[in-house]
């Protein structure tokens, strides 16, 4: 008689990709604008001053700087902002 032999195996091995996540520039490093500086799955960190959301709650700089962490609000919410590089031209 025909018979399918460890089929269930064969319907195993599927695994899904690492995705990532988590702080990519930590607090007082220098940044570029445009450049990722967490990626998470919700809001655990709140995007502050010069700082962008994205639609998977990507957070990254609007701005070059330094990259600034703290806690804020009654909720005490975690917030990353960016501290812009002081730019000091001569003016002649």
Not at 18 to 25: D, E, N, T, V
Not at 80 to 89: H, L, N, R, Y
């Amino acid at each position: 008689m025909a018979h399918k032999k460890a089929g269930g195996s064969t319907r195993n091995g599927r695994d899904s990709n690492p995705k990532y996540l988590g702080i990519k520039r930590y607090g007082g490093q220098v940044i570029n604008a445009g450049s990722i500086i967490v990626r998470q799955r919700g809001t655990p960190f709140h995007p502050g001053r010069h700082v962008g959301i994205g639609k998977d709650h990507t957070l990254y700089a609007l701005t070059t700087g330094t990259v600034v962490f703290s806690v804020k609000g009654p909720k005490s919410r975690r917030y990353v902002s960016i501290e812009p590089i002081a730019t000091t031209e001569a003016v002649a």
